[in-house]
């Protein structure tokens, strides 16, 4: 009997861990692939109050081995199912504790377009961090219009010959800060109000098609594109135990409590206004607090 299982090792589930073991608490987080979430493909976080620049897998890293040094055990386990009385249904195993906090957080958003699937790892990309130096003296381009895309087409010019960032409308989603900073990249073009509509190549992606507001096409030959339009939750699996929005997102109520007793939802995965590291640690740290609070 664990004291409080957490499902998720990005910054919202290990700030969990974090406090639900510095207050004594028999602690346990099941994680899908690695430690970190979505964090991991951060280039540079620069908007962490305290810590002027750290890289996101630099910053995942300290955190998990600030976690696990107080005795937190980080299973890389799927969790398929969790039943009200707090039974937790992983591929390997069952596991029973009196505390939940879901904090899955979201996964990549697909373009679902053909080819997409196909030219994974072969000219498409959803992580600029981890596949950007294959791309060393090539010509990329970067889809999307928040704080992602434009981190990513920043990081990309440093490494690519020429860096397209093409985003669907005028106005960008993410920070001024970025954009300013993108355009004074020379090796940056932006193109606007269009839309990927085809990835082309045989075996590898050769070139896309974009089509703008008046529906003229045309096709841009590129060695790598990275996706970066957004992510989408996967929460069907828990629609036993929480309320879920139509785009998927977990309902809570007071910010982190789900509609049954003892299970909590923390960071990006649930509906909230702003999803950042700041507001994803801050559910993190509010969510233990209440599952110690309120165990009996
Ligand atoms: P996001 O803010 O949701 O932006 C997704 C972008 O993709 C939007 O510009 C959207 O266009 C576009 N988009 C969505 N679906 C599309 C489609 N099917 N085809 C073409 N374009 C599409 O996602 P994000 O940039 O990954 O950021 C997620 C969250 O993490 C945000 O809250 C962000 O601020 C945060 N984040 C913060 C930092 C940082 O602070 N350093 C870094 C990275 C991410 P529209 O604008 O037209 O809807």
Request: proline share 1%; hydrophobic share 35%; with cysteine.
């Amino acid at each position: 009997m664990y004291d409080i299982i957490i499902v998720g090792a990005g910054p919202a589930g290990l700030t969990s861990a974090l406090y639900a073991a510095r207050a004594n608490k028999k602690v346990l987080v099941f994680e899908a692939k690695a430690y970190g979430g979505q964090i991991l493909n951060a280039s540079k976080i620069e908007n962490y109050p305290g810590i002027e620049s750290i890289s996101g897998f630099e910053y995942a890293t300290i955190l998990y081995n600030q976690v696990t040094k107080l005795g937190v055990k980080v299973k890389i386990e799927t969790v398929n199912r969790i039943l009200p009385d707090k039974t937790v249904i992983t591929s390997k195993n069952e596991y029973q504790a009196k505390s939940i906090i879901i904090a899955t957080g979201a996964q990549n958003r697909k373009l679902n377009i053909k080819n997409e699937q196909e030219f994974i790892g072969k000219g498409v990309s959803y992580c600029a961090t981890c596949d950007g130096n294959f791309y060393k003296n090539k010509i990329v381009a970067v889809n999307g219009g928040g704080n992602t895309a434009l981190e990513d087409a920043l990081y990309l010019s440093g490494i690519a010959k020429k860096v397209y960032l093409i985003h669907r409308r005028q106005e960008f989603r993410g920070e001024t800060t970025y954009l300013n900073e993108l355009k004074t990249k020379e090796n940056v073009t932006l193109i606007l109000d269009s839309t990927i509509t085809c990835l082309n190549g045989q075996d590898y992606l050769e070139s896309i098609t974009i089509q703008d507001k008046n529906q003229s096409s045309q096709e841009l030959k590129i060695d790598g594109l990275f996706i970066a339009i957004g992510q989408e939750p996967n929460n069907q699996i828990f629609s036993n135990i929480v309320d879920i929005d139509d785009k998927g997102y977990i309902i809570s109520e007071d910010g982190v409590h789900t509609k049954t007793k003892g299970i909590y939802v923390a960071g990006d995965t649930r509906v909230k206004n702003l999803r950042q590291l700041t507001t994803a640690v801050s559910d993190g740290s509010i969510a233990a607090t209440m599952a110690i609070k309120e165990m009996n």
